[in-house]
Protein backbone atom coordinates (compact mmCIF):
# COMPACT_ATOMS: atom_id res chain seq x y z
CA UNK A 1 0.00 0.00 0.00
CA UNK A 2 1.29 3.63 -0.48
CA UNK A 3 2.72 4.96 2.16
CA UNK A 4 4.59 8.36 3.28
CA UNK A 5 7.34 8.66 6.19
CA UNK A 6 8.11 11.96 7.13
CA UNK A 7 10.33 11.96 10.88
CA UNK A 8 8.09 11.45 13.52
CA UNK A 9 10.17 12.89 16.60
CA UNK A 10 10.61 16.42 16.75
CA UNK A 11 13.45 18.32 15.02
CA UNK A 12 15.12 20.73 17.16
CA UNK A 13 17.73 23.14 15.43
CA UNK A 14 19.33 26.28 16.92
CA UNK A 15 18.47 29.81 15.36
CA UNK A 16 19.57 30.57 12.15
CA UNK A 17 21.15 27.39 11.29
CA UNK A 18 19.13 25.32 8.33
CA UNK A 19 16.66 22.76 9.26
CA UNK A 20 16.34 20.76 6.67
CA UNK A 21 13.29 17.91 6.92
CA UNK A 22 12.41 14.36 4.51
CA UNK A 23 9.85 13.25 3.36
CA UNK A 24 9.79 9.24 1.83
CA UNK A 25 7.08 7.67 0.23
CA UNK A 26 6.62 4.67 -1.28
CA UNK A 27 4.57 2.23 -3.25
CA UNK A 28 3.69 4.68 -5.71
CA UNK A 29 4.88 7.70 -8.23
CA UNK A 30 3.74 10.74 -7.63
CA UNK A 31 3.84 13.72 -10.29
CA UNK A 32 3.83 16.40 -7.08
CA UNK A 33 4.46 17.01 -3.87
CA UNK A 34 3.03 19.51 -1.75
CA UNK A 35 4.24 20.72 1.93
CA UNK A 36 1.98 22.67 4.26
CA UNK A 37 2.56 24.24 7.44
CA UNK A 38 0.71 23.52 10.64
CA UNK A 39 0.56 25.52 13.81
CA UNK A 40 -0.99 23.72 17.00
CA UNK A 41 -4.67 24.07 16.85
CA UNK A 42 -5.08 25.32 13.36
CA UNK A 43 -5.74 24.39 9.83
CA UNK A 44 -2.49 23.33 7.51
CA UNK A 45 -1.30 26.21 5.28
CA UNK A 46 0.43 25.62 1.92
CA UNK A 47 3.79 26.39 1.58
CA UNK A 48 5.35 25.05 -2.08
CA UNK A 49 4.14 23.08 -4.76
CA UNK A 50 6.75 21.20 -6.94
CA UNK A 51 6.40 19.18 -9.57
CA UNK A 52 8.19 15.92 -10.72
CA UNK A 53 10.45 17.75 -13.50
CA UNK A 54 11.12 20.15 -11.06
CA UNK A 55 14.15 19.02 -9.06
CA UNK A 56 14.26 22.13 -6.99
CA UNK A 57 12.22 25.05 -6.00
CA UNK A 58 12.63 28.21 -4.00
CA UNK A 59 10.35 31.05 -2.09
CA UNK A 60 12.14 33.34 -0.20
CA UNK A 61 13.95 31.06 2.67
CA UNK A 62 12.46 28.18 1.98
CA UNK A 63 14.18 24.98 -0.66
CA UNK A 64 12.10 21.90 -1.57
CA UNK A 65 13.82 19.34 -3.72
CA UNK A 66 11.83 16.66 -5.59
CA UNK A 67 13.94 13.37 -6.00
CA UNK A 68 11.78 10.68 -8.16
CA UNK A 69 14.72 8.45 -8.06
CA UNK A 70 15.27 8.07 -4.58
CA UNK A 71 11.03 8.80 -3.51
CA UNK A 72 12.26 11.67 -1.24
CA UNK A 73 11.86 15.07 -1.15
CA UNK A 74 13.53 17.61 1.17
CA UNK A 75 12.62 20.72 2.52
CA UNK A 76 14.86 23.19 3.58
CA UNK A 77 14.54 26.52 5.46
CA UNK A 78 17.68 28.70 5.77
CA UNK A 79 18.39 31.24 8.35
CA UNK A 80 16.04 29.50 10.80
CA UNK A 81 13.92 31.50 13.52
CA UNK A 82 11.40 30.71 16.28
CA UNK A 83 8.49 31.88 14.23
CA UNK A 84 9.12 28.64 11.82
CA UNK A 85 8.81 26.09 14.73
CA UNK A 86 5.62 24.64 13.30
CA UNK A 87 5.23 20.66 12.05
CA UNK A 88 5.33 20.58 8.63
CA UNK A 89 3.67 18.18 6.45
CA UNK A 90 4.15 16.73 2.55
CA UNK A 91 1.73 15.56 -0.09
CA UNK A 92 2.89 13.61 -2.64
CA UNK A 93 0.05 13.50 -5.68
CA UNK A 94 -0.61 11.50 -8.74
CA UNK A 95 -1.79 12.58 -11.94
CA UNK A 96 -3.39 15.88 -12.92
CA UNK A 97 -7.56 15.44 -11.75
CA UNK A 98 -6.61 13.29 -8.47
CA UNK A 99 -8.69 14.89 -5.63
CA UNK A 100 -6.93 12.76 -2.67
CA UNK A 101 -4.20 14.93 -0.97
CA UNK A 102 -3.14 12.54 1.30
CA UNK A 103 -0.78 13.98 3.83
CA UNK A 104 2.24 12.40 5.93
CA UNK A 105 2.47 12.38 9.46
CA UNK A 106 4.80 15.33 9.70
CA UNK A 107 7.53 16.57 11.32
CA UNK A 108 7.34 19.09 14.02
CA UNK A 109 10.08 21.78 14.23
CA UNK A 110 11.07 23.72 17.31
CA UNK A 111 13.55 26.44 16.53
CA UNK A 112 15.28 27.63 19.84
CA UNK A 113 16.75 30.94 19.92
CA UNK B 1 -7.35 38.12 2.07
CA UNK B 2 -10.25 35.20 1.44
CA UNK B 3 -10.64 32.76 3.69
CA UNK B 4 -12.33 29.55 4.72
CA UNK B 5 -14.46 29.45 7.60
CA UNK B 6 -15.83 26.98 9.76
CA UNK B 7 -18.52 26.65 12.29
CA UNK B 8 -19.05 25.90 14.97
CA UNK B 9 -15.76 26.09 16.28
CA UNK B 10 -16.57 23.73 19.00
CA UNK B 11 -19.05 21.39 19.73
CA UNK B 12 -19.68 18.85 22.52
CA UNK B 13 -22.46 16.37 21.59
CA UNK B 14 -23.63 12.80 23.25
CA UNK B 15 -22.17 9.78 21.43
CA UNK B 16 -25.24 8.46 18.75
CA UNK B 17 -26.32 12.09 18.62
CA UNK B 18 -25.84 13.57 14.59
CA UNK B 19 -23.70 16.40 14.20
CA UNK B 20 -23.39 18.35 10.96
CA UNK B 21 -20.29 20.86 10.66
CA UNK B 22 -20.47 23.70 8.41
CA UNK B 23 -18.02 25.62 5.70
CA UNK B 24 -18.29 28.31 3.85
CA UNK B 25 -15.11 27.96 1.00
CA UNK B 26 -13.47 30.57 -1.16
CA UNK B 27 -16.56 32.20 -2.87
CA UNK B 28 -14.79 30.87 -6.45
CA UNK B 29 -13.39 27.77 -5.96
CA UNK B 30 -14.83 24.75 -7.05
CA UNK B 31 -13.00 21.89 -4.70
CA UNK B 32 -14.30 21.07 -1.81
CA UNK B 33 -12.93 19.05 0.51
CA UNK B 34 -13.25 17.42 4.74
CA UNK B 35 -10.27 16.53 6.83
CA UNK B 36 -9.95 14.89 10.57
CA UNK B 37 -7.29 15.41 12.73
CA UNK B 38 -7.62 13.59 15.76
CA UNK B 39 -5.21 14.82 18.93
CA UNK B 40 -1.93 14.03 18.77
CA UNK B 41 -2.02 12.08 15.06
CA UNK B 42 -1.90 13.15 11.51
CA UNK B 43 -4.30 15.09 9.78
CA UNK B 44 -6.45 12.25 7.43
CA UNK B 45 -8.24 12.83 4.45
CA UNK B 46 -12.15 12.23 4.21
CA UNK B 47 -13.79 12.73 1.06
CA UNK B 48 -13.30 15.37 -1.52
CA UNK B 49 -16.69 17.16 -3.70
CA UNK B 50 -16.74 18.76 -7.00
CA UNK B 51 -19.75 19.68 -9.31
CA UNK B 52 -21.89 18.47 -6.52
CA UNK B 53 -20.36 15.24 -6.36
CA UNK B 54 -17.85 13.10 -4.54
CA UNK B 55 -15.33 12.77 -6.36
CA UNK B 56 -13.21 10.57 -3.64
CA UNK B 57 -13.09 9.21 -0.36
CA UNK B 58 -11.19 7.07 2.16
CA UNK B 59 -11.89 4.35 4.15
CA UNK B 60 -12.46 6.25 7.30
CA UNK B 61 -15.94 8.24 5.07
CA UNK B 62 -18.57 5.39 5.72
CA UNK B 63 -22.32 5.39 5.75
CA UNK B 64 -22.21 7.27 8.73
CA UNK B 65 -20.69 10.20 6.93
CA UNK B 66 -22.23 12.43 4.26
CA UNK B 67 -21.89 15.97 2.85
CA UNK B 68 -23.78 18.20 1.01
CA UNK B 69 -23.60 21.71 -0.62
CA UNK B 70 -26.81 22.75 0.04
CA UNK B 71 -26.72 26.18 -1.83
CA UNK B 72 -23.67 28.68 -3.26
CA UNK B 73 -22.02 29.21 -0.59
CA UNK B 74 -22.06 26.17 2.09
CA UNK B 75 -20.49 22.78 2.18
CA UNK B 76 -21.26 20.71 5.19
CA UNK B 77 -20.31 17.49 7.00
CA UNK B 78 -22.81 15.39 8.76
CA UNK B 79 -22.01 12.60 10.91
CA UNK B 80 -25.49 10.88 11.41
CA UNK B 81 -25.17 8.84 15.24
CA UNK B 82 -21.56 10.16 16.71
CA UNK B 83 -19.27 7.57 18.21
CA UNK B 84 -17.08 8.02 21.04
CA UNK B 85 -13.51 7.75 18.16
CA UNK B 86 -15.03 10.84 16.15
CA UNK B 87 -13.90 13.30 18.21
CA UNK B 88 -11.34 15.30 16.72
CA UNK B 89 -10.84 18.41 14.89
CA UNK B 90 -12.46 18.66 11.12
CA UNK B 91 -10.65 20.89 8.90
CA UNK B 92 -12.54 22.39 5.80
CA UNK B 93 -10.64 23.12 2.77
CA UNK B 94 -11.21 24.61 -0.96
CA UNK B 95 -9.10 24.95 -3.60
CA UNK B 96 -9.33 26.46 -7.25
CA UNK B 97 -8.15 24.07 -9.35
CA UNK B 98 -7.24 20.33 -8.30
CA UNK B 99 -5.22 18.88 -5.34
CA UNK B 100 -2.24 18.08 -8.26
CA UNK B 101 -2.12 21.35 -9.68
CA UNK B 102 -2.86 23.94 -6.68
CA UNK B 103 -3.02 24.78 -2.91
CA UNK B 104 -5.59 23.76 -0.74
CA UNK B 105 -6.87 26.56 1.48
CA UNK B 106 -7.73 25.45 4.68
CA UNK B 107 -10.36 26.85 7.43
CA UNK B 108 -9.40 26.87 11.13
CA UNK B 109 -11.31 23.39 12.03
CA UNK B 110 -14.30 22.72 14.31
CA UNK B 111 -13.58 20.44 17.08
CA UNK B 112 -15.93 17.55 17.94
CA UNK B 113 -16.09 16.36 21.46
CA UNK B 114 -18.20 13.52 21.27
CA UNK B 115 -19.08 12.35 25.28
Known amino acids: SQKIEQNSEALNIQEGKTATLTCNYT??????LQWYRQDPGRGPVFLLL?????KEKRKERLKVTFDTTLKQSLFHITASQPADSATYLC????????????FGTGTRLLVSP | EPEVTQTPSHQVTQMGQEVILRCVPI?????FYWYRQILGQKVEFLVS????????KSEIFDDQFSVERPDGSNFTLKIRSTKLEDSAMYFC?????????????FGEGSRLTVL
Open chain 1, 27 to 32: NYSPAY
Open chain 2, 93 to 105: ASSSGTASTGELF
Open chain 2, 27 to 31: SNHLY
Open chain 1, 91 to 102: APLRNTGFQKLV
Open chain 2, 49 to 56: FYNNEISE
Open chain 1, 50 to 54: IRENE
